[in-house]
Structures are given as C-alpha cells and as structure tokens.
Nanobody
C-alpha cells in the first residue's frame, strides 16, 4: 500500500523548534519530489517547502525562508522539515506530499498525501 505518515508535531512556544518527519512506503521514493504543505482552520492549504529528487534542490515559501529547512534521506525513505524560530502564525496541520513532477507549489501538483500532523505555536 502506498502511504505517507507524518510525525513530530506538537505544542511549542514561540521562538522554539520542531522537526517533522514523513515516512514513505509503497513507492519509489527517490524518484519523487517531496513537499510540505500546511492548513490552518478556515484557510486554504498552502505550500511550505519542497525538495526535488534531482540534486535534492530545495525551495521555500517566503514566510518560512531562513527559518525552515527541508531535507530527505532516500535510504530511510523519509523527508524532514526542521522548523526553527516558530511563530504563532505557523500554527496549522502540516502535510507531506509526493509528486512525480519537478516540484510544483500547488496542491494539485502532488499525487500522494499524508494525513497530517498538528503544529501549535503558543505566544
């Protein structure tokens, strides 16, 4: 069964850090672009970051540049999102996703989704 499973979410104070993990199974992991999205209550799902399978090139939305780092470990079939200097506005459910393309920023460009992990940042 093809599956993505996120973990690492939780409650953290503003300025703190969390590391999210996404474990993949049932797909040729190294041939997928892996992305992170987030969705706050009443908001649209938005792009956060992605890492390509060629050269492991990364890209981030402006609001997280300099604070978040996306990486992947193909041997462990896992993608990570290191989140530093967290702000209350980062509070959302975070989803990982897999794409066969080079790295779109729209949710419709991704083929496979995890069920999400809650990140809550208190002030």
């Amino acid at each position: 069964q093809v599956q993505l499973v996120e973990s690492g979410g939780g409650l953290v104070q503003a300025g703190g850090s969390l590391r999210l993990s996404c474990a993949a199974s049932g797909l040729t992991f190294s041939f997928y672009t892996m992305g992170w999205f987030r969705q706050a209550p009443g908001e649209e799902r938005e792009f956060v970051a992605r890492v390509r399978w060629i050269g492991e090139d990364t890209y981030y939305t402006d609001s997280v540049k300099g604070r978040f780092t996306v990486s992947r470990d193909n041997a462990k079939r896992t993608v990570y999102l290191q989140m530093n200097s967290l702000k209350p506005e980062d509070t959302a459910v975070y989803y990982c996703a897999a794409s066969r393309s080079m790295g779109p920023v729209l949710p419709t460009g991704y083929d496979l989704w995890g069920q999400g992990t809650q990140v809550t940042v208190s002030s």
